[in-house]
């Protein structure tokens, strides 16, 4: 049986990577990508809340009667991290309220459905994938590694 607390509680860890990477990365770098192939660090790390609202509306669709307005291309850190925060928020708040519903929630742009457990395990290995590329962007450019990391991952 899926169990939604042990959810929130491992894709809240994993949401304090992202925030702690967020922190560590110094302003100016926030429009730059690693390579022409990969997004802006800004863009990756919006997404993470996009992320989150995209399933929300595949999953509770008409029922969100919230929504929130996606920071600007030159928005600060405090900024994204607001967003990223409250979407995340919202996600939690909103997943909790709708559970059990036992609905097949998610066709992910036509390639497979997804019930609400396989759904929520999809989201945390999309954040990891951007850790994975902001991770690479933080080593190119010799930016220091978060402890978290260090002490997570054993990254130096």
Not at 25 to 35: D, F, G, M, N, V
Not at 78 to 101: A, M, P, Q, R, S
Request: with cysteine; proline share 3%.
């Amino acid at each position: 049986m899926f169990d939604l607390d042990h959810f929130q509680k491992t894709f809240s860890w994993y949401r304090k990577l992202s925030l702690d990477l967020l922190n560590q990365i110094p302003a100016k770098y926030l429009t730059e990508q690693l390579s022409t192939r990969s997004l802006s660090l800004r863009i990756q790390f919006v997404d993470l809340g996009d992320m989150e609202l995209r399933v929300l509306k595949k999953t509770v669709g008409k029922k969100l009667l919230h929504t929130i307005a996606e920071p600007s291309k030159n928005a600060s850190k405090k900024e994204i991290t607001d967003y990223i925060n409250e979407c995340h928020k919202l996600f939690l708040k909103e997943v909790k309220k709708n559970e059990g519903n036992g609905e097949t929630c998610c066709n992910w742009y036509g390639r497979m459905k997804f019930d609400l457990s396989e759904t929520l395990t999809f989201l945390i290995a999309h954040e990891a994938m951007h850790h994975g590329e902001i991770l690479a962007f933080i080593q190119a450019k010799k930016i220091p590694m978060p402890k978290i990391f260090k002490d997570t991952w054993g990254f130096e």
